[in-house]
Nanobody, 123 residues
Framework: QVQLVESGGGLVQAGASLRLSCAASGRTFINYYMAWFRQAPGKEREFVAR????????YYADSVKGRFTISRDNAKNTVYLQMNSLKPEDTGVYYCAATARPGGTRMSEYDYWGQGTQVTVSS
């Protein structure tokens, strides 16, 4: 059974940085696509970033490109989201997602989800 557990959220001021972690267990993830999504209050969940576990190819939403970095640590089975220059519009619950199929930017492409971690950016 795949389990994804996020951590690292919190309350920060605009311009600050946070690093989110997603600890993955239950499978060998070498062929998986891993992604971060976020959901702001009253809005739909949206794609943030994606990484291929095997070779580390990354892809970002335009809204976070240049500010966020997704990475993975094979030894720790953990995916990270480094978030710099945070803005109030980055506020939301951040979810880690995984799939063994080719994963893109749509929620429907991902089979496994974590419980989410709250990120709040004050102005």
């Amino acid at each position: 059974q795949v389990q994804l557990v996020e951590s690292g959220g919190g309350l920060v001021q605009a311009g600050a940085s946070l690093r989110l972690s997603c600890a993955a267990s239950g499978r060998t993830f070498i062929n998986y696509y891993m992604a971060w999504f976020r959901q702001a209050p009253g809005k739909e969940r949206e794609f943030v970033a994606r990484i291929t576990w095997a070779i580390g190819n990354t892809y970002y939403a335009d809204s976070v490109k240049g500010r966020f970095t997704i990475s993975r640590d094979n030894a720790k089975n953990t995916v990270y989201l480094q978030m710099n220059s945070l803005k109030p519009e980055d506020t939301g619950v951040y979810y880690c997602a995984a799939t063994a199929r080719p994963g893109g930017t749509r929620m429907s492409e991902y089979d496994y989800w974590g419980q989410g971690t709250q990120v709040t950016v004050s102005s």
